[in-house]
Antibody, heavy 120, light 107 residues
Framework: QVQLQESGPGLVKPSQTLSLTCTVSGGSITRGTYYWSWIRQPAGKGLEWIGGIFTTGSANYNPSLKGRFIISIEASKNQFSLKLSSVTAADTAVYYC????????????WGQGTLVTVSS | EIVLTQSPGTLSLSPGERATLSCRASQSVSSAYLAWYQQKHGQAPRLLIYAASYRAAGIPDRFSGSGSGTDFTLTISRLESEDFAVYYCQQYGNSPLFGQGTKLEIK
């Protein structure tokens, strides 16, 4: 059974860089055809795909978002990460990591989510 | 850019009733890439339906999906107390995109 777990700071100051990590267990992050993705959800609002990284290390991002995001993969630790620069209060949200099935294009496994608050 | 519009925004029903949730796309989408998720308060979304009509593993058969083109429907045949939650549809065009959600609440 694949499991995903987000980790990172719950509080980030405006203009700083947010760094989150997703640790995958129950399977190798480099096996199969999956997009390891980040999704966020502001309080009381809907879900927004931020971007994802393929098992080869190729990343793609939501074209509707400005280019402040970087997603990377660390295969040796079975982890992938999100960096978001120049954060503002609008970036306050629950951040989920999830596995997107390539070719099928749905999310079959999700982390429990981590709340990130941007505040001074 | 495709937009997914879910309706109604809130649906108030009683346990035992039938729920019908709609997801409408601004342009035709492949039913192969239409999924539904359930999100309970404080929890991550859970996959219910993929490829418009296929139930994910462990999903009760009271949940069913249908539709094609621009109109898709999630039906819950007989509501149980644990079904009251927010439901999202999701499609893949150039990138994954979610609808704004339908809140299913107890009447």
């Amino acid at each position: 059974q694949v499991q995903l777990q987000e980790s990172g700071p719950g509080l980030v100051k405006p203009s700083q860089t947010l760094s989150l990590t997703c640790t995958v267990s129950g399977g190798s992050i480099t096996r199969g055809t999956y997009y390891w993705s980040w999704i966020r959800q502001p309080a009381g609002k809907g879900l927004e795909w931020i971007g994802g990284i393929f098992t080869t290390g190729s990343a793609n991002y939501n074209p509707s978002l400005k280019g402040r995001f970087i997603i990377s993969i660390e295969a040796s630790k079975n982890q992938f990460s999100l960096k978001l620069s120049s954060v503002t209060a609008a970036d306050t949200a629950v951040y989920y990591c999830a596995r997107l099935r390539y070719f099928d294009w749905y999310f079959d496994y999700w982390g429990q989510g981590t709340l990130v608050t941007v505040s001074s | 850019e495709i937009v997914l519009t879910q309706s109604p925004g809130t649906l108030s029903l009683s346990p035992g009733e039938r729920a019908t949730l709609s997801c409408r796309a601004s342009q035709s989408v492949s039913s192969a890439y239409l999924a539904w998720y359930q999100q309970k308060h404080g929890q991550a979304p859970r996959l219910l339906i993929y490829a418009a009509s296929y139930r994910a593993a462990g999903i009760p058969d009271r949940f069913s999906g249908s539709g094609s083109g621009t109109d898709f429907t999630l039906t819950i045949s007989r509501l149980e107390s644990e079904d009251f939650a927010v439901y999202y549809c999701q499609q893949y065009g150039n990138s994954p995109l979610f609808g704004q959600g339908t809140k299913l609440e107890i009447k």
